[in-house]
Structures are given as C-alpha cells and as structure tokens.
T-cell receptor, first 112, second 117 residues
Framework: AQRVTQPEKLLSVFKGAPVELKCNYSYSGSPELFWYVQYSRQRLQLLLRHISRESIKGFTADLNKGETSFHLKKPFAQEEDSAMYYCALSDPRETSGSRLTFGEGTQLTVNP | GAVVSQHPSRVICKSGTSVKIECRSLDFQATTMFWYRQFPKQSLMLMATSNEGSKATYEQGVEKDKFLINHASLTLSTLTVTSAHPEDSSFYIC?????????????FGPGTRLTVT
C-alpha cells in the first residue's frame, strides 16, 4: 500500500532562514509526487510536481528514490509562505484518474 | 482558469436526514472528480473517484450506500450523505481533473463544512 509521511506537523522559522519540509513515501514502483499548499482561508492548490522539475515561488523539491523522500526546500523563507503544506503521491499507471494519497500536512509559520 | 466550486460552503442538518453537496468545474470539462473528507487537523482522505457517466469507485472502508455519488455531466458531481449522523460531521472537499488536456492535475474546490446535529 502506498503511504506518505510528513514527520513534522508544525514548523516555525524566521523570515530569511532556509526551510525544509520533509516528506517520505512508501510505494512499490515509481510514483508521481506533488506538493500542495493551502493558505489561510483558501483552497488547496498545487505548488509543484516532481516531473516538472521547476521552482515555484522559490520552492524546489527533489525526488530521492534511494531515501524515498521528496523534501520541499526554500533557501530564504518569506512571511507569505506561512501555510499548510501537503505532500502527495499518485500512481502514474492510473491514467484516467490519478488518485492522490496525501501526507498529514505540515503547518509552516514564518515569523518576522 | 480551472476553477472548481462547491455548494453549499457550509450546511447544518439534523441527524437522520440527507444532505447533498455539489461540485462543479466552472471552466473546463472534468473527466474525473474526486471526493475527499478531512477531519480537523488531519489530512485529506480520498473517499471515492467518479468518472462521468459511470459508477463511482469507492475507497476501502467507505460505505457506498451512505455516500452516494453521482457524476451526471462533465461539469457536475454530487455527493449525498444519506441518513446523516453526528459522526459524519466533517469537511468535504471535491477535486476535478480535466484529464490529459490539463496534465491530469486535480483542481480543488473550497470545501463544504457539514455539521450534523
């Protein structure tokens, strides 16, 4: 069974500090991995997906198959980055409907 | 683009009654819609996947007779919680996927807060 683990429920950093939100997964195969973000009073939205290999809002995430991790990183956190972050996994073999398995989320607070 | 709406945003119903939640894709055709449930301070749990014109596929442990899902058109899916009980109180979120044309990305609705008294 596939599972996504985010070990930190809460993470607090100061503005300008580096931030890393951890995500580990268990999956037998090559999954597709995502980071979703939910700002206060807003809906869940996609932040980035590993196949795109792009940086969004200064965030990057690298898939490490050896460690089965997909940690989200930003070198200099901003106050507007404060939000709930969810790591998610889907099976790329499911073409019609990419069912997502979510981690429990990490609440990031960036202090001034 | 790719906006998903849900209605109502919050609903209170009495125990034993049924309540319907609508999920609409406003500017794209959703080949697949998903229904999630989220308990306070917990993650999203997938309840079911529905494809337009076919029966929904429910996740293990989700009662299909209690959570009726209808995906009658490419822009509308409904979730009906039948004979609701207080333990059904939760935040229900839908998402919609436009399939290959939108890179299979899921676009999420704002959620519906259900309270059963």
């Amino acid at each position: 069974a596939q599972r996504v683990t985010q070990p930190e429920k809460l993470l607090s950093v100061f503005k300008g500090a580096p931030v890393e939100l951890k995500c580990n997964y268990s999956y037998s195969g090559s999954p597709e991995l995502f980071w979703y973000v939910q700002y206060s009073r807003q809906r869940l939205q996609l932040l980035l997906r590993h196949i795109s290999r792009e940086s969004i809002k200064g965030f990057t995430a690298d898939l490490n198959k050896g460690e089965t991790s997909f940690h989200l990183k930003k070198p200099f956190a901003q106050e507007e980055d404060s939000a709930m972050y969810y790591c998610a996994l889907s099976d790329p073999r499911e073409t019609s409907g990419s069912r997502l398995t979510f981690g429990e989320g990490t609440q990031l607070t960036v202090n001034p | 683009g790719a906006v998903v709406s849900q209605h109502p945003s919050r609903v209170i119903c009495k125990s034993g009654t049924s309540v319907k939640i609508e999920c609409r894709s406003l500017d794209f055709q959703a080949t697949t819609m998903f229904w999630y449930r989220q308990f306070p301070k917990q993650s999203l749990m997938l309840m079911a996947t529905s494809n337009e014109g076919s029966k929904a596929t429910y996740e293990q442990g989700v009662e299909k007779d209690k959570f009726l899902i209808n995906h009658a058109s490419l822009t509308l899916s409904t979730l009906t919680v039948t004979s609701a009980h207080p333990e059904d109180s939760s935040f229900y979120i839908c998402s919609a996927s436009g399939g290959e044309w939108l890179s299979y990305e899921q676009y999420f609705g704002p959620g519906t807060r259900l309270t059963v008294t």
